[in-house]
């Protein structure tokens, strides 16, 4: 059976229940929509069925759908996107701490979380993975209710001591007074998540700095709060397991919060460190994670193809890094590209013009795990980009074919 789709959020709301004032989720929620239309109808411990809505999320916005519990109860959360869509879900309890979190646990790019919650009203934070626009569709019920996902048979997350416990009250401080002066050589602190879930830090100055949280092992997921507790930025698997927030515009004076949580073990030790903030480095980083086109003036490095006049060929490595091509095209026609990935490679495709405009994309074309992507160009410079979902380090081949029109 098919729910009905109760509401269409997007970066313009065009049918959901205006929010009174009051703050949600510690001032994440404040914006977003009720999962049921309203507030009485987004009470999932009384609902018939589960309740479910199609979310949009543009520019790397996230989408926000709140509900209610007025009993303890077993709910399931779940995102599907359509399409290569590739959502990530977060729970935020009632005072913005992240209570769980899910990629991927639907079943193929699919998220779903299950878990016991007491009475209160929470949010469910859907963002895109690779940070492109996303037509997704969220729903949350009770364990009795219809899924909307297969799941993988690990789903299932009880609220461990990282998750509930804790808050920015009981943060231990990184370090004795403002940490200004210390960020070029860096501060650090290592504790297991279940001992310690939260530290705070204070800036005497506005400062950028890059913060981190590092052990695969516990695959850490870190959350930039102020000194309230108010949510302001988080971060998951930005290096591997890792997670890494850069604030390249300058935080305010004053105190902050740290909270952290583990996907896989609380019980290991992780790796907190604030740093200053390095640009330059930043910029390398957003070439190899193809959030940002590199320059064509040799500081990074791309592999000039050369003109393509009917097939090209070339031989990347799949990692954490993408690989980058440059080729020129004469005349204006169609450029058919593939990537072919060996092993565990899961390849990307991204094609950009010589201005750093994105002007196709693709991954997992047809049934595998392969890219075919389709562009029609004109004249000019392009740059391509291979990057591999996977980090396999296996090898991946890529086609590049011209077609021009017909005379």
Same mark, same amino acid.
């Given at each position: 059976?098919?729910?009905?789709?109760?509401?269409?959020?997007?970066?313009?709301?065009?049918?959901?229940?205006?929010?009174?004032?009051?703050?949600?989720?510690? =001032?994440?929620?404040?914006?977003?929509?009720?999962?049921?239309?309203?507030?009485?109808?987004?009470?999932?411990?009384?609902?018939?069925?589960?309740? /479910?809505?199609?979310?949009?999320?543009?520019?790397?916005?996230?989408?926000?759908?709140?509900?209610?519990?007025?009993?303890?109860? &077993?709910?399931?959360?779940?995102?599907?996107?359509?399409?290569?869509?590739?959502?990530?879900?977060?729970?935020?309890?009632?005072?913005?701490?992240?209570?769980?979190?899910?990629?991927?646990?639907?079943?193929?790019?699919?998220?779903?979380?299950?878990?016991?919650?007491?009475?209160?009203?929470?949010?469910?934070?859907?963002? @895109?993975?690779?940070?492109?626009?996303?037509?997704?569709?969220?729903?949350?019920?009770?364990?009795? $209710?219809?899924?909307?996902?297969?799941?993988?048979?690990?789903?299932?997350?009880?609220?461990?001591?990282?998750?509930?416990?804790?808050?920015?009250?009981?943060?231990?401080?990184?370090?004795?007074?403002?940490?200004?002066?210390?960020?070029?050589?860096?501060?650090?602190?290592?504790?297991?998540?279940?001992?310690?879930? $939260?530290?705070?830090?204070?800036?005497?100055?506005?400062?950028?700095?890059?913060?981190?949280?590092?052990?695969?092992?516990?695959?850490?997921?870190?959350?930039?709060?102020?000194?309230?507790?108010?949510?302001?930025?988080?971060?998951?698997?930005?290096?591997?397991?890792? !997670?890494?927030?850069?604030?390249?515009?300058?935080?305010?004076?004053?105190?902050?919060?740290?909270?952290?949580?583990?996907? !896989?073990?609380?019980?290991?030790?992780?790796?907190? =460190?604030?740093?200053?903030?390095?640009?330059?480095?930043?910029?390398?980083?957003?070439?190899?994670?193809?959030?940002?086109?590199?320059?064509?003036?040799?500081?990074?490095?791309?592999?000039?193809?050369?003109?393509?006049?009917?097939?090209?060929?070339?031989?990347?490595?799949?990692? /954490?890094?993408?690989?980058?091509?440059?080729?020129?095209?004469? /005349?204006?026609?169609?450029?058919?590209? /593939?990537?072919?990935? @060996?092993?565990?490679?899961?390849?990307?495709?991204?094609?950009?013009?010589?201005?750093?405009?994105?002007?196709?994309?693709? &991954?997992?074309?047809?049934?595998?795990?392969?890219?075919?992507?389709?562009?029609?160009?004109? @004249?000019?410079?392009?740059?391509?980009?291979? @990057?591999?979902?996977?980090?396999?380090?296996?090898?991946?081949?890529?086609?590049?074919?011209?077609?021009?029109?017909?005379?």
């Amino acid at each position: 059976m098919t729910l009905p789709r109760i509401a269409f959020a997007a970066a313009l709301t065009l049918s959901a229940a205006p929010l009174a004032a009051q703050s949600y989720c510690g =001032g994440v929620g404040d914006g977003g929509i009720w999962i049921g239309g309203d507030e009485a109808r987004s009470d999932i411990s009384l609902a018939d069925a589960a309740q /479910e809505q199609l979310a949009l999320v543009l520019g790397g916005n996230d989408y926000i759908a709140l509900f209610s519990l007025s009993a303890p109860t &077993d709910v399931r959360l779940e995102a599907e996107g359509r399409g290569t869509g590739d959502p990530v879900i977060d729970l935020l309890g009632p005072d913005g701490a992240v209570l769980g979190g899910d990629d991927d646990g639907g079943g193929g790019l699919s998220s779903r979380l299950e878990t016991s919650l007491g009475a209160g009203t929470y949010c469910l934070r859907m963002r @895109s993975f690779d940070n492109v626009p996303l037509t997704g569709t969220v729903r949350i019920g009770r364990l009795d $209710h219809q899924a909307l996902t297969e799941g993988t048979g690990g789903t299932t997350v009880t609220p461990s001591p990282d998750m509930t416990s804790g808050s920015c009250a009981d943060a231990v401080p990184l370090a004795d007074g403002p940490v200004d002066a210390l960020l070029a050589q860096g501060v650090t602190a290592e504790n297991p998540i279940d001992a310690v879930s $939260h530290y705070s830090f204070s800036l005497a100055q506005a400062t950028t700095l890059a913060i981190t949280a590092e052990n695969p092992a516990a695959d850490p997921v870190l959350t930039l709060m102020d000194g309230n507790g108010d949510f302001i930025e988080e971060n998951d698997d930005f290096d591997g397991l890792n !997670s890494r927030i850069e604030r390249a515009q300058p935080l305010a004076a004053g105190t902050y919060c740290l909270g952290l949580r583990a996907l !896989s073990d609380a019980s290991l030790p992780v790796i907190v =460190g604030l740093s200053a903030f390095d640009a330059a480095a930043a910029a390398l980083r957003s070439y190899d994670r193809v959030e940002a086109v590199p320059p064509l003036d040799g500081s990074y490095p791309i592999t000039d193809l050369g003109e393509v006049a009917t097939r090209l060929r070339a031989d990347a490595v799949g990692g /954490e890094a993408a690989t980058w091509y440059s080729m020129e095209v004469v /005349e204006g026609g169609l450029l058919l590209i /593939e990537a072919i990935g @060996s092993g565990n490679a899961d390849p990307v495709l991204t094609l950009f013009d010589d201005l750093g405009r994105q002007i196709g994309r693709n &991954d997992d074309a047809g049934d595998g795990l392969d890219s075919l992507l389709a562009a029609r160009v004109l @004249s000019g410079t392009y740059l391509l980009a291979v @990057s591999d979902l996977s980090e396999s380090g296996d090898a991946i081949r890529v086609s590049v074919e011209r077609y021009v029109p017909a005379r």
